[in-house]
């Protein structure tokens, strides 16, 4: 059994305060919604748990299975087994897809996995995902679509079975029949290898092939109301507004929250960072 506790989180980026006291447990085994409008801190809240040195964490605490996560460097919480699928993922050129994962795999493990266990396990994977039989050959994301990008952050996930595994607005890009692949591959690891899920995304359509077991609606950088799946169908129906007029919230527009940041990229090369207050 695996936890990631996230308990008042506030995060900024360049003075702004973006995420106003996030409060959430994530556990084995569980799947958790996290829905709101655009631009109210969604991206922010995965990207500062990551370790993103653009996010500052001013205050709050985040711990996996009973360790500070913010004292350590991205590298080392990606080897603790935290796992995040990028809205935007980034081309590598001139890394192979299998050279990346081999290394990637081989920097958690204790001896090096040998090399015909790896190309049974990524040829698993990627038949499973349906995704093109030179996929292991390709430079990672270089050339790709949209929807293969996707797929590729999944790919990773498969690979890494990480215990807990964060995807931001995986589904975008994703045609109907991917749709549904990515969704299988999910639930399939959640029944199978006690992955706990932190998943964002803005499509209802998403959340009735993968049923969450919790459901988190992020308005203005704050958990304003948590349920279960059946908070999705209502959002499906009613749209945010109610839930700004009952909470009393105020739904923060687009244009007005902070500049699109680039990835995480090397970010493993930075130090870590600790609220202001630590």
Same mark, same amino acid.
């Not at 590598?92 to 990637?104: E, M, R």
């Not at 964002?200 to 092939?209: A, G, M």
């Given at each position: 059994?695996?936890?990631?506790?996230?308990?008042?989180?506030?995060?900024?980026?360049?003075?702004?305060?973006?995420?106003?006291?996030?409060?959430?447990?994530?556990?084995?085994?569980?799947?958790?919604?996290?829905?709101?409008?655009?631009?109210?801190?969604?991206?922010?809240?995965?990207?500062?748990?990551?370790?993103?040195?653009?996010?500052?964490?001013?205050?709050?605490?985040?711990?996996?299975?009973?360790?500070?996560?913010?004292?350590?460097?991205?590298?080392?919480?990606?080897?603790?087994?935290?796992?995040?699928?990028?809205?935007?993922?980034?081309?590598?050129?001139?890394?192979?897809?299998?050279?990346?994962?081999?290394?990637?795999?081989?920097?958690?493990?204790?001896?090096?996995?040998?090399?015909?266990?790896?190309?049974?396990?990524?040829? =698993?994977?990627?038949?499973? @995902? !349906? %995704?093109?039989?030179?996929?292991?050959?390709?430079?990672?994301? #270089?050339?790709?679509?949209? +929807?293969?990008? =996707?797929?590729?952050?999944? @790919? !990773? %996930?498969?690979?890494?079975?990480?215990?807990?595994?964060?995807? #931001?607005?995986?589904?975008? +890009?994703?045609?109907?029949?991917?749709?549904?692949?990515?969704?299988?591959?999910?639930?399939?690891?959640?029944?199978?290898? #006690?992955?706990?899920?932190?998943?964002?995304?803005?499509?209802?359509?998403?959340?009735?092939?993968?049923?969450?077991?919790?459901?988190?609606?992020?308005? #203005?950088?704050?958990?304003?109301?948590?349920?279960?799946?059946?908070?999705?169908?209502?959002?499906?129906?009613?749209?945010?507004?109610?839930?700004?007029?009952?909470?009393?919230?105020?739904?923060?527009?687009?244009?007005?929250?902070?500049?699109?940041?680039?990835?995480?990229?090397?970010?493993?090369?930075?130090?870590?960072?600790?609220?202001?207050?630590?």
């Amino acid at each position: 059994m695996s936890q990631l506790k996230i308990e008042n989180l506030h995060v900024e980026i360049e003075g702004k305060e973006i995420l106003r006291g996030v409060s959430l447990e994530i556990n084995s085994n569980e799947i958790h919604a996290i829905m709101g409008p655009n631009g109210n801190g969604k991206s922010t809240l995965l990207s500062a748990i990551m370790g993103h040195p653009k996010y500052e964490i001013t205050q709050g605490t985040v711990t996996f299975d009973g360790e500070d996560l913010l004292s350590k460097g991205v590298d080392e919480r990606a080897r603790a087994g935290l796992f995040l699928g990028m809205q935007y993922p980034q081309e590598v050129s001139g890394v192979t897809n299998s050279d990346f994962l081999k290394a990637a795999l081989n920097s958690r493990r204790d001896t090096p996995i040998p090399l015909f266990s790896f190309i049974r396990l990524m040829e =698993k994977a990627i038949g499973e @995902l !349906q %995704m093109k039989s030179d996929m292991a050959h390709r430079y990672v994301n #270089d050339g790709f679509s949209g +929807g293969e990008k =996707k797929r590729n952050e999944i @790919l !990773q %996930m498969m690979l890494l079975q990480p215990k807990i595994a964060m995807l #931001d607005e995986i589904d975008s +890009g994703l045609d109907v029949d991917a749709l549904k692949i990515v969704a299988n591959v999910i639930n399939d690891m959640v029944a199978k290898s #006690d992955v706990g899920m932190m998943i964002v995304s803005h499509y209802e359509r998403f959340f009735h092939l993968i049923i969450p077991t919790h459901t988190h609606i992020l308005i #203005d950088g704050r958990i304003v109301m948590s349920s279960d799946a059946s908070l999705v169908n209502r959002i499906d129906t009613e749209g945010y507004d109610w839930i700004a007029k009952e909470t009393g919230v105020n739904i923060v527009k687009e244009d007005t929250v902070r500049p699109v940041v680039g990835s995480i990229g090397a970010c493993a090369a930075n130090e870590p960072r600790g609220p202001k207050n630590a």
